[in-house]
């Protein structure tokens, strides 16, 4: 193909991503046309409309290439969230009009990778290695002049907290894995800040958490802030976050579960507490009893959660585990939430105020709900917390239909209906709003770690 005039090449990259652009039916239009047209629109964005209007074509043109915008401002921030599961980067776009508003998110690139870091505890060279392919991506999507000043950010989060003593010792301790990490952010044209490498502190991750979701849907800010509670079920650990709005709330609860901070002039005191050992992954571990063994390596562990006949290895956390289901015994829901309750009652705090309030609900609550058709995989949905129920008891109950999907179908099924009512005490309508992305932007706890480090460095205001 012929080479692109040097100044349409980047708005055509835009064009081919952006699915409202009407495409050329069979032959590419000749590029003096292609030219005339971008030219055209461009003058039309930035003369005319923008920033009153939104047209189909104003994804295409930067903010900053008009000069009657000369004032706006560009700039990024890259943030990556080393899960238990995998290892994931968010690179946004902030675009500031000027000086006195607060800058507005333009853009989200996101891509993950499995497994995640805590994988490759014996081999910390080929988990950086994944950190440095992912940051490539960022040298596309950030434009080179803007490499200098964007900074970029890794936090990994309980699933390196949860690795066995030997292992964490040598990867946290010594700081392998920070320290590799760290040199591959360094030869990387960025702008690597002190601490750009570090483990998240639990009780960050639900606030961030919560700070994405209610800023993306437009709470943090003007009249009328009505929040929303986030809920956020990782591999290893699991977040419970909201503003509460009863006085008795605040009086029945330990201090340590109240935050305070400050955003955009106003002062929340939230009610956040993230439980290791609670994720989705951490709770299969537990009602397969491997937790409470020293050495797993040769032992069967069975469960009335698994299909009858099974018998398999699991790898996690670079610890190998074998489990099968419950040859002689029993399976099916009942038999599996019993065992499973185990491993919830009693150990969760339980706000009386959350029986009445909704909440957003991502991660592997989405991720389940989608898998058995409860929701729709782009779109999310509604759910109420009984419908969870109603799913384990179909999945359990009938496990040869389900086992294609996974084994652990039903127990993860089984496991979401327990955290929820007998671990957090929701109750049976209680409803969750199931969320991936709002307005295009992931629902993760970056989104906020980004805010708090842009503001860190002095990149807002
Ligand atoms: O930014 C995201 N976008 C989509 N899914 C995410 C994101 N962050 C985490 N997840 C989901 O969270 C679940 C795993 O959690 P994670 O690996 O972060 O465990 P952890 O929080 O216990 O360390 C997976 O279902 C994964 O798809
Ligand atoms: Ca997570």
Redesign the pocket.
Known sequence: MTPLPSGATAALGMLIHTPAVPRFPCRMAPIWLIGFLVLALSSIYCTVLHPKQEMWFQGLFPSNMCPANASAYTFYGIMF?A????T?I?IYTFVQKNPEQLPELEGEI?E?VKP?LSAYASEPKKGAETVRILLEMAKEAVPPSHWKKTPVVLKA???LRLLSEQKAQALLLQGMIPRIVREVFEKSPFLVPDNSVGIMDGCYEGILAWITVNFLTGQLYGQNQQTVGTL?L????TQITFLPRFEETLEQTPVDFLSSFEMFNSTYKLYTHSYLGF?LKAARLATLGALEIKAVDGQMLRSSCLPKQLEAEWHFGGVKYQYGGNREGETGFEPCYAEVVKVVQGKLHQPDEIRRSSFYAF??YY?RAADTNMIDYEKGGVLEVRDFERKAKEVCDNMDMYTSASPFLCMDLTYITALLKEGFGFGDNTLLQLT?KVNNI?T?W?LGATFHLLQSLGLTH
């Open positions: 969230d899960g238990s599961t995998g994931r968010h996101f993950s995640g989060t309980a699933g956020d990782g591999g290893a650990s994720g991660s592997y991720d991936k992931e993760s970056a």
